[in-house]
C-alpha cells in the first residue's frame, strides 16, 4: 500500500482522494442499525474521537455495552 500524503487533522484519504466533513453533520443525532458484529460500536467510537478534540463538552449514552467508558476523561 502507498503511504498517505501529509493532510491536516480534521481530513481523510480514502481511495487516494482528500475527504472532509464539515463538524455540523458530525455533531448531531444519529441512529446507526446493523447486525451482530457489523461495526456499530466501532463506528460511534471512530465519530466520538473525531468531534471531541473539537467541542467543549459532549454526552454519550450507552445503554447496553460498556465500550465508551474508555473515552471517559
Known sequence: MDELPNVPG???VLYGR?????LQ???A???TVAGTGK???TRCL???MQ???????????DFRK???RVLRP
Open 10 to 12: 480534521d481530513s481523510v
Open 18 to 22: 482528500l475527504i472532509r466533513i464539515p
Open 25 to 27: 453533520w458530525l455533531n
Open 29 to 31: 443525532h444519529c441512529l
Open 39 to 41: 461495526g456499530k460500536t
Open 46 to 48: 471512530f465519530m466520538a
Open 51 to 61: 468531534v471531541a478534540p473539537r467541542v467543549q463538552g459532549m454526552w454519550m449514552f
Open 66 to 68: 460498556r465500550e465508551f
